[in-house]
């Protein structure tokens, strides 16, 4: 699987054009499925904002669903219990590419492994897997306990596909709590390498080799150096 971890989704031309780098073909011709699940676990979140988001409208909207995908569907992990296997498992198999909405990741995670997706992704080398927000931190190991939201009280570990972590909407207008001190503050408690990333910036994770595309600011921290654009 190659990953697209974003903070705001497909927001600039630099990070669509590793997104159709990544899929080795136009976005046009791929079939896409949207994980809105996140959203459910995340207080700030309700029916509308996974409607809007889901349908591709809002002021806040970010190019997810609306990129001119050949086809997209809804894939509600919160849903795949109470079906048979055979039903859902040919439908992300047969995608071109995963869009995995924010939210709570702690939530995503719960719900990855009660799905059985969380057991398939090793097997999904063919697939694209774009996160925003929670759906990019949920592959991380930890997402630090201060975005913890479905179960405060809980454990912040998520599912650890790759050995970073990530701090989402750096430095984002109005959001006192997502300043770089802050993302500072929670680096320290993290431990391991942590990346801060705004909505102009991506990670990308193809083969093991992870890559920054950014038109915007990112940090890194606890390996070796700090680091900053």
Same mark, same amino acid.
């Given at each position: 699987?190659?990953? &697209?971890?974003?903070?705001?989704?497909?927001?600039?031309?630099?990070?669509?054009?590793? &997104?159709?780098?990544?899929?080795?073909?136009?976005?046009?011709?791929?079939?896409?499925?949207?994980?809105?699940?996140?959203?459910?676990?995340?207080?700030?979140? *309700?029916?509308?904002?996974? =409607?809007?988001?889901?349908?591709?409208?809002?002021?806040?909207?970010?190019?997810?669903?609306?990129?001119?995908?050949?086809?997209?569907?809804?894939?509600?992990?919160?849903?795949?219990?109470?079906?048979?296997?055979?039903? =859902?498992?040919? =439908?992300?198999?047969? $995608?071109?590419?995963?869009?995995?909405?924010?939210?709570?990741? %702690?939530?995503?995670?719960?719900?990855?492994?009660?799905?059985?997706?969380?057991?398939? &992704?090793?097997?999904?080398?063919? %697939?694209?897997? @774009?996160? @925003? *927000?929670?759906?990019?931190?949920?592959?991380?190991?930890?997402?630090?306990?201060?975005? &913890?939201? =479905?179960?405060?009280?809980?454990?912040?570990?998520?599912? /650890?596909?790759?050995?970073?972590?990530?701090?989402?909407?750096?430095?984002?207008?109005?959001?006192?709590?997502?300043?770089?001190?802050?993302?500072?503050?929670? $680096?320290?408690?993290?431990?391991?390498?942590?990346?801060?990333?705004?909505?102009?910036? $991506?990670?990308?994770?193809?083969? /093991?080799?992870?890559?920054?595309?950014?038109?915007?600011?990112?940090?890194?921290?606890?390996?070796?150096?700090?680091?900053?654009?």
């Amino acid at each position: 699987m190659r990953l &697209l971890l974003t903070s705001g989704g497909v927001t600039n031309a630099t990070i669509r054009g590793m &997104l159709v780098e990544m899929l080795g073909k136009p976005v046009e011709e791929c079939d896409a499925l949207f994980i809105p699940t996140a959203q459910w676990g995340q207080p700030m979140c *309700s029916p509308q904002t996974v =409607w809007t988001s889901t349908a591709g409208r809002g002021p806040n909207q970010q190019g997810l669903v609306d990129l001119g995908w050949k086809s997209i569907g809804v894939l509600e992990l919160t849903v795949l219990p109470s079906i048979a296997p055979n039903r =859902w498992l040919p =439908w992300v198999r047969e $995608a071109d590419v995963l869009l995995v909405d924010g939210g709570e990741a %702690i939530y995503l995670a719960h719900w990855m492994r009660q799905s059985g997706l969380a057991d398939l &992704l090793p097997s999904l080398t063919d %697939i694209v897997w @774009v996160g @925003v *927000s929670a759906g990019s931190m949920v592959m991380t190991p930890r997402i630090g306990r201060q975005f &913890l939201e =479905w179960n405060p009280h809980g454990s912040d570990d998520a599912m /650890g596909v790759v050995d970073f972590s990530i701090f989402p909407h750096l430095d984002y207008p109005g959001w006192s709590s997502n300043t770089s001190e802050s993302a500072r503050r929670w $680096a320290t408690d993290i431990g391991g390498p942590a990346y801060a990333i705004d909505d102009q910036t $991506a990670i990308t994770v193809v083969d /093991g080799t992870v890559k920054i595309v950014s038109e915007g600011n990112w940090h890194l921290f606890n390996h070796e150096t700090e680091r900053k654009p």
